[in-house]
T-cell receptor, first 106, second 115 residues
Framework: KNEVEQSPQNLTAQEGEFITINCSYS?????LHWLQQHPGGGIVSLFM???GKKKHGRLIATINIQEKHSSLHITASHPRDSAVYIC????????FGTGTSLTVIP | DSGVTQTPKHLITATGQRVTLRCSPR?????VYWYQQSLDQGLQFLIQ???????AKGNILERFSAQQFPDLHSELNLSSLELGDSALYFC??????????????FGPGTRLTVL
């Protein structure tokens, strides 16, 4: 049983496209995290949110607590956005999704 | 560069052996987290230390142990290694104890290969 489900698993987009990655969770949480993992393996924390919406540059993250759902949007995608995006939730425990592999083609 | 350092970068060892992975948190961070990332299990939280004390435990095997020293660096000890322990091991740090209100900064990881 997966406490955190992400979709899609893989995503290929043309440069400039608007991208959405979805995350659904089944446990009670105090926060949801979006992480980015580049091909070299390094992980960067993009967002940590417990309600509403956050924006950082071309990235936007939203969360709907009632529906237990979050989305990560990338506007005007660029090849450097190519990475694995991982959703994680924290409550009593720390649970990770399996990640969405994004490839942006020039 | 996150400011979190991990050594070694790569480690190759044999089944049954014991290894120690080291993590130095960002300056000023009191919390250290350990994660395992394998191909079949994805990312998993292992354990968290805050200011020298164990704060939270995840899916850490009994063969694994960790500690955080007075200078705040942390070590993850893996013993009686099995093939399935081959994975990337990440360390992360944050300023305070709560994993829900404090951003974590990840180290570059240690790639462990058990032959």
């Amino acid at each position: 049983k997966n406490e955190v489900e992400q979709s899609p698993q893989n995503l290929t987009a043309q440069e400039g496209e608007f991208i959405t990655i979805n995350c659904s969770y089944s446990v009670g949480i105090s926060a949801l995290h979006w992480l980015q993992q580049h091909p070299g393996g390094g992980i960067v924390s993009l967002f940590m949110l417990s309600s509403g919406k956050k924006k950082h540059g071309r990235l936007i993250a939203t969360i709907n607590i009632q529906e237990k759902h979050s989305s990560l949007h990338i506007t005007a995608s660029h090849p450097r956005d190519s990475a694995v995006y991982i959703c994680a939730v924290t409550g009593n425990q720390f649970y990770f999704g399996t990640g969405t592999s994004l490839t942006v083609i020039p | 560069d996150s400011g979190v350092t991990q050594t070694p970068k790569h480690l190759i060892t044999a089944t049954g052996q014991r290894v120690t992975l080291r993590c130095s948190p960002r300056s000023g961070d009191l919390s250290v987290y350990w994660y395992q990332q394998s191909l079949d299990q994805g990312l998993q939280f292992l354990i968290q230390y805050y200011n020298g004390e164990e704060r939270a435990k995840g899916n850490i095997l009994e063969r694994f142990s960790a500690q955080q020293f007075p200078d705040l660096h942390s070590e993850l000890n893996l013993s009686s290694l099995e093939l399935g322990d081959s994975a990337l091991y990440f360390c992360a740090s944050s300023v305070a104890a709560s994993w829900s209100t404090n951003e974590q900064f990840f180290g570059p990881g240690t790639r462990l290969t058990v032959l």
